[in-house]
């Protein structure tokens, strides 16, 4: 299986909205609504934002949201913040009751 | 709260066997119809799913490592395992044990706090 596909990086200014994209297959993102979402802080653990493709956990911010079309997830990032800056990777559930990752995209916030 | 800790050697020498542990708090492997899963991280990279093991046994690992890799849980220490046999320097990487807080889902809701596994002579 390969890697979903994701921008290498993606900056924005405080206050703007930034969208990252995660494009695969029919075989996993187009297949199910399964698309997660991890944002990741250097030397942290990754943290859940989005599961199911656009649901947010208890506690994450409104101002990130999901969505999908086709073969492509896309994860939205409104009213930027200095502490949005991180590494975000799209993961998905594929047919072959795998998962594969994005290659992850560095968010730097000017 | 779901808690999650990996632990086993920080080195391991090339052609030998990675083992890790993942030891779960707050909840029964057995009791929780879950996916347990493995990933890593290289350093300075993305992250690789490893592979994942169901409650009841079953296991799913990625293809790319699927001739190396063995999960396996051991319900009676509320723990699951990892092993990747004939590591190179390529297996460098912090590794990850991750799980759904629900039941069923399909997504990683709880991590551990990933440990770091050097593959060095």
């Known amino acids: 299986q390969s890697a979903l596909t994701q921008p290498a990086s993606v900056s924005g200014s405080p206050g703007q909205s930034i969208t990252i994209s995660c494009t695969g297959t029919s075989s996993d993102v187009g297949s199910y609504n399964l698309v997660s979402w991890y944002q990741q802080h250097p030397g942290k653990a990754p943290k859940l934002i989005i599961y199911e493709g656009s649901k947010r956990p208890s506690g994450v911010s409104n101002r990130f949201s999901g969505s999908k079309s086709g073969n492509t997830a896309s994860l939205t990032i409104s009213g930027l913040q200095a502490e949005d800056e991180a590494d975000y990777y799209c993961?998905?559930?594929?047919?072959?009751?795998?998962?594969?990752f994005g290659g992850g995209t560095k968010l730097t916030v000017l | 709260q779901l808690q999650l800790q990996e632990s086993g050697p920080g080195l391991v020498k090339p052609s030998e066997t990675l083992s890790l542990t993942c030891s779960v708090s707050?909840?029964?492997?057995?009791?929780?119809?879950?996916?347990w899963g493995w990933i890593r991280q290289p350093p300075g990279k993305g992250l690789e799913w490893i592979g994942s093991?169901?409650?009841?046994?079953?296991?799913y690992y990625n293809p790319s490592l699927k001739s190396r890799v063995t999960i396996s849980v051991d319900t009676s220490k509320n723990q699951f395992s990892l092993k990747l046999s004939s590591v190179t320097a390529a297996d460098t990487a912090v590794y990850y044990c991750?799980?759904?807080?629900?039941?069923?889902?399909?997504?990683?809701?709880?991590w551990g706090q990933g440990t770091l596994v050097t593959v060095s002579s």
């Open positions: 991750a799980s759904p807080a629900v039941a069923g889902n399909l997504h990683f809701d709880h």
């Open positions: 093991i169901y409650y009841s046994g079953s296991t």
């Open positions: 707050g909840g029964s492997i057995s009791s929780r119809t879950s996916y």
């Open positions: 993961c998905s559930y594929t047919s072959s009751n795998t998962w594969v």
